[in-house]
């Protein structure tokens, strides 16, 4: 039998050059999209390549046979191809969730060609799915979504702010910067706080939030009550630890006119009556001296308040949200906070865990840094390698996430290069005074203790630790090569590119 001729090759004019584009990239989608299937005029599926054959089962198919020649919404709960087929426009970016998971897809319409060669009837459509993991692999996509939103919050209560002004004739009170948006954390303890902090909006009863410097106890306040029935009303706070003893009285309660030496004339509120109708949040509570310690109880008692040399009783409607880094029970035992205060304030306590105890929230409080580090110097923001931010998780951040971001502004200005890895953060860290850097590996195994300490992380931490030791077994067996690394794991190139840039 004679040898089969090769077949010619495309001519190298405008319409072989055409053709040869359409089906590269036809194949080009099919290797880097997470799956494909085509669709007839009709609706109904006559294709699908290799990636998508793995959410067959979830949709209730043992096969390929079984899945082509059915109705494409009828397999494929909560699709919109349908809607590419009636209106012949394509649909870039959306979001699909259904039995078999949540994606980013893409729908494209499928037309024949006229004999002039421009696009001629509808003929079907091209369902992709492009990450079949949105919410981690568009991590920094959803990351600058939620400070986008904060901005938008943040530009919508000043604008509520100048209307009241103009309307008043005079200065608005101050609002909630923060929303429980700008909360940064998916981890299980970010979400208990966030569950608590929602629950606490609801109610009008004293909250106190207990947790370390630096974990986040202001922006919670706000939060609260930017999502209480007060946030149109003020939200008034005091630093109690940068106020001097002998001014917090009058900071608290105002004065009368002339009631010391050196007092104005016309009298003036204190911030009880400023938050009225709002709230008042009372920052570093252990640090009331006692006397004042006893007045305040009584105002949060009766609901009213005597201003410094007068006689009179000034109502008030202030919903108090206290906050303390110290041990208040132990000062309750010491003597040196009040018992009966404590169970007063003590009605909603909130535990702010600090950043050793949600680690897995690292990256997107890095990435959310970073924004904000951007867009007040104009400079982009460093990028941290996996095996920089892995360095970050070990570290124990005494100083909670307001030592990350003087870590981060550190990076910024001694980093030789916009991209930082683990070596270059260990010298930073050390310049910057951190003490002992912490390795970033996990404990070695085989010490029962330590495994046991390692199985209490958060399970999404582990995860993450676990597939980020993977991807580098898989890059440094075949020698850097991502391609061959993501064959290796049997993922695809485009989800090894998301974790490589997003490894929590």
Request: charged fraction near 25%; avoid cysteine; aromatic fraction near 6%.
């Amino acid at each position: 039998m004679a040898a089969a001729s090769p077949s010619p090759a495309l001519p190298l004019d405008a319409e072989g050059i055409l053709a040869l584009a359409a089906r590269s990239m036809f194949q080009l989608f099919s290797s880097i999209s997470q799956g494909m299937f085509l669709i007839d005029r009709t609706g109904r599926i006559v294709w699908v390549n290799e990636g998508y054959r793995r959410f067959l089962p979830d949709l209730g198919f043992a096969s390929v046979d079984q899945f082509l020649g059915h109705m494409v919404e009828d397999v494929i709960p909560n699709t919109q191809m349908r809607r590419v087929l009636e209106t012949g426009e394509p649909v870039l970016v959306d979001l699909l969730t259904n039995k078999a998971g949540t994606f980013v897809v893409s729908r494209l319409p499928l037309r024949d060609e006229r004999p002039d060669g421009t696009p001629g009837e509808l003929i079907g459509a091209i369902g992709i799915v492009l990450f079949d993991h949105p919410q981690t692999t568009l991590q920094p996509l959803i990351s600058k979504f939620a400070l986008l939103q904060r901005d938008l919050d943040e530009a919508r209560r000043e604008l509520a702010s100048q209307r009241a002004r103009a309307a008043r004739g005079g200065e608005a009170p101050r609002q909630a910067k923060y929303s429980l948006a700008s909360f940064i954390g998916s981890s299980p303890a970010a979400s208990e706080v966030k569950r608590h902090a929602r629950r606490a909006a609801q109610s009008t009863s004293p909250v106190l939030l207990l947790g370390e410097t630096g974990t986040g106890k202001e922006l919670l306040a706000h939060a609260i009550h930017g999502a209480s029935a007060r946030a149109a009303g003020p939200f008034v706070s005091v630093n109690i630890a940068a106020v001097p003893d002998t001014l917090l009285e009058a900071e608290f309660f105002g004065f009368a006119p002339g009631a010391f030496t050196g007092a104005d004339r016309r009298g003036r509120e204190g911030k009880f009556k400023f938050a009225d109708g709002g709230t008042l949040f009372l920052d570093e509570i252990g640090d009331m001296p006692p006397t004042v310690q006893a007045k305040l109880l009584r105002a949060l008692q009766e609901g009213e308040i005597e201003p410094l040399g007068s006689n009179k009783l000034v109502p008030f409607d202030a919903r108090v949200i206290a906050a303390t880094s110290r041990d208040l029970p132990e000062m309750v035992r010491q003597g040196r906070f009040r018992e009966d205060l404590y169970y007063r304030l003590n009605v909603l306590p909130i535990r702010v865990p600090p950043l050793r105890e949600r680690r897995a929230d690292i990256p997107a409080l890095v990435e959310a840094l970073g924004e904000e580090m951007a867009q007040r110097t104009g400079d982009a923001p460093p990028e941290l390698l996996p095996d920089a931010l892995a360095l970050l998780a070990g570290q124990r951040w005494r100083g909670n996430i307001r030592e990350l971001r003087n870590v981060l502004e550190q990076v910024a200005m001694h980093s030789d290069s916009r991209r930082v890895d683990a070596a270059q953060l260990t010298r930073i860290l050390r310049q910057a005074g951190a003490g002992e850097v912490a390795p970033a590996a996990p404990p070695e195994p085989g010490d029962p203790a330590q495994d046991e300490a390692a199985l209490l992380r958060p399970l999404a931490e582990q995860v993450a630790g676990l597939e980020r030791r993977a991807i580098q077994a898989a890059l440094a067996h075949t020698g850097g090569n991502k391609l061959k690394a993501a064959r290796l794991l049997g993922i695809s190139r485009a989800t090894l590119y998301g974790r490589l840039e997003n490894p929590e």
